[in-house]
């Protein structure tokens, strides 16, 4: 049975939609305020909130991000596409107009519950909080998963650099989640995303009347962080003003809303992340060195999409069984000409990519097979697996300096020459190692064993 909870500071409205929401097999608990509200329950113990617009103290908007994941419907009387767009624009899940007939709210709430299904979060449990699975077998997220692993139990600031959609937030979500403050919010804050004009304001809070708009005193992400983590993504884009408020945040351990006199101490972990050179940034004045210092206690590296080898086709196969299952089509699996085009393509957009050409794929799909041509990946400037293999191979003999005299590498073909170089030094070096000194993935070198019928040296 779904639990709701109502925020309506009118009686008579809140009471007549509680007997409502009762009579439909709802379980329903209610607030006049968003104050009376965060005091009085767990707001993640609810399925979904429903929420008026204009309540006493803070607005009815302010639950969404203290609600974290939970639905949040917003209504008001004040029926106009203003504040309809600016309250989806803040995160809310639907809106609706009052006065509102109750076929209307009981098809919309029966809609939102249905849809966020999967994606209410798991209860965590406080001896086994819920994981955000990051996949990776190459060396270079080995090194990643170590890295997280050590640093998740420190509240040391972190700093994640890598290209974009390579997957920053999840991992700052596993720091949180490996960490002593799991239990408490992870608040993630796009710096690009917020127009500069507000950006203090969403962080840090204000106070009533500390600039035109400012209706009411609101607290700030940093505070709705409290006791958890703060995730600053992008943020090289942080205008100085904030940056040197965001200092003080760090050197001090306290904030001050816009507006105000007073400080206060709150007890947050930062993460932030960027895909841009903040040296380089602070370098020339565009960001400040002293907060690029106070950020650069441990950095995590997140590699590119296109350095990661056999990782794409593992990631490839775990997003088209998710893609397969949202849309409730039949199971489908890639094609080895598909598979081979993931390898040779080189994923300028990443993972974030990677994701969004299955799911293309999964809707053009006629039948159960993943062919290239559903990718949709521009591949016409990009050499074929075989050409790199020959660019490879041709630097190795260049630069190899092995048993075989270079006259008779020079006519050797390109698999007489690997399979001469792999039996004469696979003793000696690993997959590896070989891998790498002929500038091909293990993958590829697996194929070519397979192709050339050579044995791999038994251990031992």
Not at 3 to 8: D, F, G, M
Not at 263 to 279: G, Y
Not at 340 to 349: C, F, I, K, R, V
Request: charged share 25%.
């Amino acid at each position: 049975m779904s639990r709701i909870l109502i925020v309506e500071d009118e009686t008579i409205i809140r009471a007549a939609l509680k007997r409502l929401l009762e009579k439909n097999n709802y379980l329903v608990d209610d607030a006049g305020s968003v104050d009376e509200a965060t005091s009085r329950f767990n707001l993640s113990d609810f399925h979904l909130i429903i929420s008026d617009l204009r309540l006493p103290g803070a607005p009815g908007t302010e639950l969404i991000k203290l609600a974290n994941n939970i639905p949040v419907l917003i209504m008001t009387s004040y029926a106009s596409l203003k504040s309809a767009v600016d309250a989806m624009k803040m995160g809310a899940v639907d809106y609706i107009a009052k006065p509102f007939n109750h076929d209307e709210m009981l098809t919309t709430i029966e809609t939102i519950l249905n849809r966020s299904k999967e994606l209410l979060p798991k209860k965590k449990s406080k001896t086994a909080p819920q994981q955000t699975e990051i996949i990776g077998q190459c060396e270079a997220m080995q090194k990643l998963f170590s890295r997280i692993a050590k640093v998740a139990h420190t509240d040391a600031t972190v700093l994640v650099l890598g290209e974009s959609g390579t997957g920053k937030e999840l991992a700052a979500r596993a720091i949180h989640e490996q960490s002593d403050r799991a239990h408490a919010p992870m608040i993630s804050v796009n710096c690009a995303a917020i127009p500069e004009s507000l950006i203090e304001s969403e962080l840090f809070g204000h106070e009533k009347g500390a600039f035109t708009g400012a209706n009411t005193s609101r607290s700030g992400l940093i505070e709705a962080a409290h006791g958890g983590t703060l995730f600053l993504d992008e943020i090289g884009e942080l205008p100085l003003e904030a940056q040197a408020r965001l200092l003080r945040f760090l050197q001090e351990s306290e904030i001050r809303k816009v507006g105000s006199v007073q400080s206060q101490k709150v007890d947050v972990r930062l993460i932030a992340a960027t895909h841009r050179n903040l040296k380089e940034l602070a370098r020339t004045g565009k960001f400040r060195e002293d907060l690029y210092y106070r950020l650069y206690v441990m950095e995590l590296n997140m590699p590119p999409l296109k350095a990661r080898g056999d990782d794409i086709i593992e990631l490839a196969q775990r997003f088209l069984i998710k893609a397969c299952e949202r849309m409730n089509c039949e199971p489908a699996y890639l094609s080895t000409e598909a598979k081979h085009m993931m390898l040779q393509y080189p994923w300028p957009g990443n993972v974030r990519e990677l994701e969004n050409a299955i799911e293309r794929a999964v809707i053009l799909a006629d039948d159960h097979v993943i062919t290239p041509e559903l990718l949709g990946l521009d591949i016409e400037s990009s050499p074929s697996l075989e050409q790199q293999e020959s660019q490879y191979a041709s630097r190795a003999l260049q630069h190899e300096s092995g048993h075989l005299e270079p006259k008779r590498k020079a006519g050797l073909s390109l698999d007489d020459y690997f399979q001469r170089f792999v039996i004469e030094h696979q003793a000696d070096m690993s997959e590896t190692e070989l891998a790498k000194k002929l500038g091909v993935s293990r993958k590829c070198l697996w194929e070519r064993r397979q192709k050339l019928g050579i044995p791999r040296k038994p251990k031992g």
